[in-house]
């Protein structure tokens, strides 16, 4: 019986978003390896030969800092002898030109937009118009805190998906948009001094596609690894050439049945849900999915977040 080759999981700077891309793929039942940026490194994709490399979130520069020069010439050159990149959000980020914060890994000339150009802090599913990706014309989206394309005119990538309009779990910032009338939006933004409204996002690239060499890749802000959004996932497995879509399940990180039981897991466990609780009283932070907080900004939200799906994954 024929054993496919792994796909390989970048796990440096990864964290929450790591661990949904291994769950995502442990729900297709796609194979796969995690590797580390050393490994990549010393040249372990060109032992490996993994059909996909795939990239999860987490900030595109620590991800790049890990790899180190060596690391980020060995990516090259496995999508240039054939291998496919896959990334997301963070991932996709690392995939663009070397700008001003430092290198990349130069898969295109794209890059990111400037900071007071896009929407600096946005969430939540988008509905998306699609091309020649997937059977439907359109589908709602997640993202999560992702930056957004600066295209290179000259050098044209294939855009496989565009934004539209918001869904009705997006937020702004922190603010839901669904709650907001159009009206107050200058105002919000006046407070926040940041940009806010969604309109600015309205066609713009979300998923691209390009080539180098003999390989490709695929650079996406969307995370369709995302637990218990069917059209995301649907398009994931599509990416990874699987026949049959399943549904990555939805994900309960205060639910509990643990594999390993180990007290002082327990016990940070626990402490993280108690600071949960104390912010959900003071109006601070809120369960925006069974896996995700929502937080008001300055609150660390994310990293209550990360530290208790971690905590979570280590006794699953």
Known sequence: MHTPTPCAVLWDESHLWGILVCRALDALQVPYVLLKAEHIAAGMLSSLQPPTLLVPGGWAKLKSQALGQSGRQAVRDYVHSGGQYLGFCGGAGLGLASDNTGPFLDLCSWSRKPASDRLPNFSGHLHCTLHGIGTEPSAALP????????????????????????????????????????????????????????????????????????????????????????QANTLLAHLLGQDQPALVAPWDLRQQSPIWDNDELGKIHALLLETICFGQQHFLLSWRKPWLLGWRRGVPGSALTFLLAMCWQARH
């Open 143 to 230: 993202v999560w805190w992702p930056s957004q394309f600066a295209p290179n005119p000259a050098e044209p990538l294939d855009v496989l998906a565009c934004y539209s309009h918001p869904g009705a779990d997006f937020w702004s910032a922190d603010i839901v948009w669904s709650d907001l009338a159009q009206r107050e939006a200058p105002a919000w933004e006046a407070l926040y001094g940041i940009n806010i409204n969604p309109d600015l996002l309205h066609g713009e690239p979300c998923i691209v596609r390009g080539h180098l060499g003999q390989g490709s890749f695929v650079l996406s802000y969307p995370h369709l690894e995302t637990p218990d959004s069917v």
